[in-house]
T-cell receptor, first 115, second 116 residues
Framework: DSGVTQTPKHLITATGQRVTLRCSPRSGDLSVYWYQQSLDQGLQFLIQYYNGEERAKGNILERFSAQQFPDLHSELNLSSLELGDSALYFC??????????????FGPGTRLTVL | AQSVTQPDIHITVSEGASLELRCNYSYGATPYLFWYVQSPGQGLQLLLKYFSGDTLVQGIKGFEAEFKRSQSSFNLRKPSVHWSDAAEYFCAVVPQSNFGNEKLTFGTGTRLTIIP
């Protein structure tokens, strides 16, 4: 158990809908990362937050957004869902970026199925 | 272009045999290097990491990896595999120069099958 929690574990929804994925980082970790794992794209970085502020963006679609709250948990919002958004979404957390020993620890993921 | 390559998509090994999974990177400077494992239906678990210093690093579950600068490689090894090692293994990097964006860039993964 990495200490990173993600809810829900599974999510099944229809095209055009909106969903929210939630992540709680390990106790003390300030940075949260979101990754998408799909069969055709592999593991791709979406977005990073550090202490409530957006720090870096990857290939995140405009239909997707995220935020990190004062208690450091994070939510990833996916809207106008398409079939191709079906994937495993991982959250990871780390103590703080650029520490010489900084390491990302991953949650169990949320499997999103868009029908 | 910067990249991480895992040349073996699928490897099959007999239980008790040794294992080596290959990882090569292409970056201007040596990045930070990681190996993660994903068991079926599970998240990603960190096996080991390399930041600097001793080029042979020990990880959990009896795994080790060796960093070879001359070959831009960070291969994962285990002297004797167990059936529970069947999983997908990912090599990942964070460029040291990427201040402000510490995202992990992953290889495509190697699926390990263990046969009795």
């Amino acid at each position: 158990d990495s200490g990173v929690t993600q809810t829900p574990k599974h999510l099944i929804t229809a095209t055009g809908q909106r969903v929210t994925l939630r992540c709680s980082p390990r106790s003390g970790d300030l940075s949260v990362y979101w990754y998408q794992q799909s069969l055709d794209q592999g593991l791709q970085f979406l977005i990073q937050y550090y202490n409530g502020e957006e720090r870096a963006k990857g290939n995140i679609l405009e239909r997707f957004s995220a935020q990190q709250f004062p208690d450091l948990h994070s939510e990833l919002n996916l809207s106008s869902l398409e079939l191709g958004d079906s994937a495993l979404y991982f959250c990871a957390s780390s103590l703080h970026p650029r520490s010489s020993t900084d390491t990302q620890y991953f949650g169990p993921g949320t499997r999103l199925t868009v029908l | 272009a910067q990249s991480v390559t895992q040349p073996d998509i699928h490897i099959t090994v007999s239980e008790g045999a040794s294992l080596e999974l290959r990882c090569n990177y292409s970056y201007g400077a040596t990045p930070y290097l990681f190996w993660y494992v994903q068991s079926p239906g599970q998240g990603l678990q960190l096996l080991l990491k390399y930041f600097s210093g001793d080029t042979l690093v020990q990880g959990i579950k009896g795994f080790e990896a060796e960093f070879k600068r001359s070959q831009s490689s960070f291969n994962l090894r285990k002297p004797s595999v167990h059936w529970s090692d069947a999983a997908e293994y990912f090599c990942a990097v964070v460029p040291q120069s990427n201040f402000g964006n510490e995202k992990l860039t992953f290889g495509t993964g190697t699926r390990l099958t263990i046969i009795p």
